[in-house]
C-alpha cells in the first residue's frame, strides 16, 4: 500500500509560484498513475492534474492549463506540481492521490492513497 504526504503549500500573492511536492514511501510507487486534486471551502473536490506511472502523459483541466505543470521522479518515489501565474481563486487544500479504479482521472472516486492535504493561499 502507498501512503503519501503532501508539503510545499503556503501563502503566495497572486502571480507568483508555488511547487507542491507529494512524497510516496512503500512499494510500487512507480506502477500507478498519479494526480493532484484540490478542494476549497464549500466546494466539491476537483481535478487538478493526473499523471502516468512513467511521466510520459499527463492531462489537466481547462483552468489550470499553461500555468501548472505536474511530474514525477520514480527514483525519489515523488511527484510534484509546479504552479506558475497564480490565481487567488487557486486558493484550497491540495491533495495528491494514487489511481487504483477505473479510466478516468478526473474522478475522485477512481483514486485511493489520499495524502493529509497541504494549504495553499493566493493572495490579490
Known amino acids: 500500500q502507498v501512503q503519501l504526504v503532501e508539503s510545499g503549500g503556503g501563502l503566495v500573492q497572486a502571480g507568483g509560484s508555488l511547487r507542491l511536492s507529494c512524497a510516496a514511501s512503500?512499494?510500487?510507487?512507480?506502477?500507478?498513475?498519479m494526480a493532484w486534486f484540490r478542494q476549497a471551502p464549500g466546494k466539491e473536490r476537483e481535478f487538478v492534474a493526473g499523471i502516468s506511472p512513467s511521466g510520459g502523459v499527463t492531462d489537466y483541466p481547462d483552468f489550470v492549463k499553461g500555468r501548472f505543470t505536474i511530474s514525477r521522479d520514480n527514483a525519489k518515489n515523488t511527484m510534484y506540481l509546479q504552479m506558475n501565474n497564480m490565481k487567488p481563486e487557486d486558493t484550497a487544500v491540495y491533495y495528491c492521490?494514487?489511481?487504483?479504479?477505473?479510466?478516468?482521472?478526473?474522478?475522485?472516486?477512481?483514486?485511493?492513497?489520499w495524502g493529509q492535504g497541504t494549504q495553499v493561499t493566493v493572495s490579490s
Open positions: 492521490a494514487v489511481h487504483i479504479r477505473g479510466s478516468g482521472w478526473a474522478d475522485s472516486g477512481n483514486f485511493g492513497s
Open positions: 512503500g512499494r510500487f510507487f512507480s506502477s500507478y498513475s
